[in-house]
């Protein structure tokens, strides 16, 4: 089974912790969801596993092999993100043509099909492009490079409702079709939560969740109900929330729920972007 594995990777800018001793694998043929507020560390961590930057300690591998300028291993990875990697100058159609010469495996019929399908300008310069165009041209090249792991940083900024819609659709298509590792990080939590199967959650440069979309919201729940019958109900519990409407009082929970609720109590499931906002939200003394 082929896997990337990051080990106890730490990473600074001047007195900035970026991230800090970040242990994770990620395996062939998974979606993965990587969550966390701005500036919490997400991009960073693509960006080394990717050898656009270096950890200050730990090391990435790929199939025991160090990914950290190496060619031959770095070839079967790719990563969609706002840097620009054409010149800008450079003509859409000529940009998959050069993308050929680095991914052999660049199937650009694929490319063209996408390109028809979102209705990008080929001809135009990249430095024309929108920014929501942008992102469908990297899209595009990321769907069609053909490697075994592909990391996705914001990939639908820019995009309207229905580009967002038709780009998880096609990106679901083709992992149906020709299985591969796609590393999700979005802000639009709800929308990729129809498609990622693992989750982790980075808070603060730290990894506090990495689980998948079945366990970790399995993990959590919410009890409702008028307040003071809440607040009584809670006083034993892993509280990560409270939500106040009125006279009513909404707990957001960690841990199995009862199995019988005092009356008056509601239980339900929490969505992934309530409990993404929960965890993220709780105090650093709290125990995760």
């Given amino acids: 089974m082929s896997m990337i594995e990051v080990t106890d990777i730490s990473k600074t800018f001047k007195d900035t912790k970026a991230l800090s001793h970040v242990s994770l694998k990620f395996r062939e043929n998974t979606i993965y969801g990587l969550l966390g507020r701005n500036g919490a560390g997400k991009s960073t961590l693509l960006n080394l596993i990717n050898n656009r930057m270096f950890p200050d300690s730990g090391t990435i591998t790929l199939d025991g092999t160090a990914l950290t300028e190496n060619t031959s291993a770095l070839s079967r990875c790719f990563l969609a993100n706002e840097t620009n990697l054409y010149p800008e100058s450079m003509k859409v159609k000529e940009a998959f043509r050069w993308s050929r010469e680095f991914y052999p495996d660049f199937d650009m019929e694929q490319a063209e099909k996408l390109s028809a399908l979102f209705k990008l300008p080929v001809k135009k310069k990249i430095k024309s492009l929108s920014t929501g165009y942008r992102s469908i041209f990297r899209n595009i ?44 990080s979005t802000h639009l939590i709800e929308e990729a939560a129809n498609i990622i199967e693992q989750v982790i959650v980075i808070r603060n440069g730290e990894v506090i969740r990495d689980e998948s979309l079945d366990e970790l919201l399995d993990s959590c729940h919410c009890v409702s109900g008028p307040a003071a019958q809440v607040d009584n109900y809670i006083q034993a519990k892993e509280v990560i929330g409270t939500k106040s409407l009125g006279g009513l009082k909404t707990a957001f929970l960690t841990g199995a729920p009862d ?20 965890l993220t939200d709780v105090p650093e003394s709290h125990s995760l």
């Fill in 141 to 184: 090249v990321a769907l069609s490079v053909n490697v075994p792991f592909v990391f996705l940083d914001e990939p639908v900024l820019g995009l309207d409702a229905y580009h967002r819609e038709l780009f998880y659709k096609v990106l679901l298509e083709k992992y149906t079709e020709h299985p591969f590792t796609a590393v999700i």
């Fill in 259 to 278: 199995p019988v609720l005092p009356s008056g109590l509601e239980i339900s499931r929490m969505d992934l972007q309530t409990l993404f906002i929960r």
